[in-house]
Nanobody
Framework: QVQLTESGGGLVQTGGSLRLSCAAS????????MGWFRQAPGLERQFVAV????????YYADSVKGRFTISRDNARNTVYLQMNDLKPEDTAVYYC???????????????????WGQGTQVTVSS
């Protein structure tokens, strides 16, 4: 079992920045691809970004490309999501997920992630 704990959410004004963190309780962190998803009220969980376990090529949803950056620190078993130029439509609960079997064609499929954190709320005021 892998426990994921997100932190760093909060209330920010339009154009502001936040940095989310997701700490994993595993010594096998390097074996997992790590993704960020978000879910707004009444909507399905939506892919935001992913960092594969075995390369440094992240992938992003078009809606966040150029504004968000995903990174990981394997020594700290932590994945980050730096969010800049935030917009009201970014308001959601943000979740990190871990997958040992992710491939490029499935990064947007939440069912391909084995473990999830409890989520952290991000609210962007206009």
């Amino acid at each position: 079992q892998v426990q994921l704990t997100e932190s760093g959410g909060g209330l920010v004004q339009t154009g502001g920045s936040l940095r989310l963190s997701c700490a994993a309780s595993t010594d096998s962190f390097r074996r997992y691809s790590m993704g960020w998803f978000r879910q707004a009220p009444g909507l399905e969980r939506q892919f935001v970004a992913v960092h594969f376990r075995n390369n440094n090529n992240p992938y992003y949803a078009d809606s966040v490309k150029g504004r968000f950056t995903i990174s990981r620190d394997n020594a700290r078993n932590t994945v980050y999501l730096q969010m800049n130029d935030l917009k009201p439509e970014d308001t959601a609960v943000y979740y990190c997920g871990a997958s040992s079997r992710l491939i490029l064609s499935t990064i947007r499929n939440s069912g391909q992630y084995d473990y999830w954190g409890q989520g952290t709320q991000v609210t962007v005021s206009s």
